[in-house]
């Protein structure tokens, strides 16, 4: 099934409602929507060249049109390749060279770098931005019906960050974008007609990602005017649109949380607030859960296996009376419906409860592969397992906890120090905004553990504080043995603390 019959009947049986509003004003109804993606459709399969299965960059900030280009492409029977439109020019460059995408949408703000781009890439024939007249031409086309598809056809290509080298394409299927939309209703929400969601995380993600369960039951879109991502606007939004649901990164939880709008917010207006992409801490949940109440949800994922490998459901976020409660909120949750989860060690042998090793996992919303990298493709799914590069354990139950990626693990005189152990611990001191933990050469130990530490506005807790905070919840060994104070972490597009960054901090440093 082509993907874009989402739309298609949703627009069919609830042609009236409203499907995507701009801050507090409506831009689409659902039967608006599909007509303008079908006539862009045709605009697109119109143009020289465009062939079934072409792929199309949207290099985009959020706005209405994200979600035009997005189903029109798939009526169209092409394939999506959202962007991160924070990327630098030269990382656009390389994945429209990559993807070989024909066609790039872009934004005004990206118009002037990316354009010139036309001319430099072989493959790529036109750059339009989507607030031009351009644009509108090719809107302007007789609707094209939805194209027929295999399953297991391309549908989105999910670039990923690219921490660990070049970054690579994970092939997701028409199929995979259907068995994740099925298994939101599973493991997430019932969704419907009475439900929002408000995309103040890029669209290019997650939020972009599960716009589809959402599409399918015909709820309210809406895009933040700011077009980003801004507490108190999201609160605003929160009281004109109910039962909204958000995708936040775990900084944008904490950021919410710590706004003065958040004591405002009252029982209901957020259905869900789905976070994940990056470790949360505990303490930083606790604070949210007293904020918000238990209409968080976390998932553990990857674009490779797209929302999500793990869980934790927002019953486990309010059962406050459970013995191990605190316990399972520092791990990720329990596998989702329909995905098998394993702990394996280096020749992929599985290991038992408790130990460490990686975390594979195998199911039908996996990546059939990497854009044009089957090196890399064989590798991550080897044994038809999707090898995720992430440390873990789990318990008896299936509860997965999440260890630090190997790259980050810290060995200090032969020992394993996991960095995410260390952040725990330090943010449980109240002057602790934000902290990330790396290992820094040492010439007897190999390695140390050094602490970058953002504290809270006013506040500026002491060396020996921080100490104090470690040696009350940690082994001694792990404390660190020196703080760095900065003003903000080094953080990626989508909000990733850029441990690469802070390494190179320190050796410039030295
Ligand atoms: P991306 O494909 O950009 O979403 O990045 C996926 C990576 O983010 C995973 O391999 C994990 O290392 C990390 N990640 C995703 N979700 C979580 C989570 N809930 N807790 C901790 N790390 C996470």
């Not at 290099?59 to 994200?66: I, T, V």
């Not at 949800?297 to 459970?322: C, R, V």
């Not at 990497?370 to 139950?397: I, V």
Request: overall charge negative; aromatic content about 8%; proline content about 6%.
């Amino acid at each position: 099934m082509n993907i874009a019959n989402l739309l298609r009947s949703t627009a069919r049986s609830f042609a009236d409602r409203q499907a995507l509003s701009f801050g507090d004003r409506p831009v689409h109804t659902y039967g608006s929507l599909h007509d303008r993606a079908a006539r862009l459709a045709a605009g697109l399969r119109g143009l020289p060249g465009m062939q079934p299965g072409d792929r199309v960059a949207l290099a985009m900030k959020n706005c209405p049109q994200y979600f035009e280009t997005m189903w029109a492409c798939w009526q169209a029977g092409l394939c999506a390749v959202p962007i991160n439109s924070k990327l630098h020019p030269r990382e656009f460059a390389y994945i429209f060279e990559n993807t070989g995408a024909r066609l790039a949408f872009v934004t005004s703000d990206l118009a002037e770098a990316l354009t010139p781009l036309s001319g430099e890439i072989d493959t790529l024939d036109r750059v339009v931005c989507v607030e031009d007249a351009e644009y509108e031409t090719l809107c302007r086309h007789e609707p094209l019906e939805m194209q027929a598809v295999a399953e297991s056809d391309p549908a989105w290509l999910f670039y990923t960050s690219g921490t660990t080298g070049r970054p690579k394409g994970a092939v997701l299927s028409h199929h995979a974008l259907l068995a994740m939309t099925l298994r939101y209703y599973a493991d997430v929400d019932h969704v419907g007609l009475d439900d929002h969601m408000i995309h103040c995380a890029p669209l290019s993600h997650a939020s972009g990602l599960y716009s589809l369960p959402h599409i399918a039951k015909g709820s309210g879109h809406v895009i933040p005017a700011s077009q980003g991502f801004d507490p108190a606007e999201v609160f605003d939004l929160i009281a004109m649109y109910p039962n909204a649901t958000i995708f936040c990164a775990p900084t944008m939880v904490t950021r919410m949380t710590a706004h003065p709008g958040a004591e405002g917010v009252k029982p209901g207006q957020f259905r869900t607030i789905f976070y994940g992409g990056a470790p949360m801490y505990l303490e930083d949940l606790k604070r949210a859960l007293a904020k918000f109440g238990p209409c968080l949800w976390q998932g553990y994922g990857q674009g490779e296996m797209p929302n999500t490998i793990t869980f934790l459901s927002k019953a486990m976020h309010a059962d406050t009376a459970h013995p191990r409660f605190e316990e399972r909120l520092t791990t990720v949750g329990v596998p989702r419906t329909g995905v098998e989860v394993r702990i394996v060690d280096e020749d992929d042998n599985d290991l038992t409860p408790g130990e460490i090793g990686e975390v594979i996992a195998r199911s039908d919303l996996c990546m059939s592969g990497y854009w044009n990298n089957p090196e890399a493709s064989a590798k991550t799914l080897r044994g038809g397992w999707l090898h995720t590069g992430d440390l873990g354990s789990m318990d008896e139950e299936g509860f997965l906890t999440l260890k630090d990626r190997s790259k980050d693990l810290i060995i200090s005189g032969g020992t394993n120090i996991y960095p995410r152990e260390v952040e725990e611990a330090l943010l449980i001191h109240p002057g602790v905004l934000e902290c990330s933990v790396i290992g820094r050469h040492h010439p007897d130990w190999g390695e140390e553990v050094v602490a970058f530490v953002v504290t809270r506005e006013g506040q500026r807790p002491s060396e020996a504080e921080l100490d104090r905070v470690c040696l009350d919840n940690i082994a001694r060994f792990k404390r660190p043995k020196a703080y760095f104070f900065i003003d903000a972490l080094p953080k990626s597009a989508y909000g990733k603390i850029l441990k690469s960054e802070l390494r190179e901090m320190l050796k410039a440093g030295a």
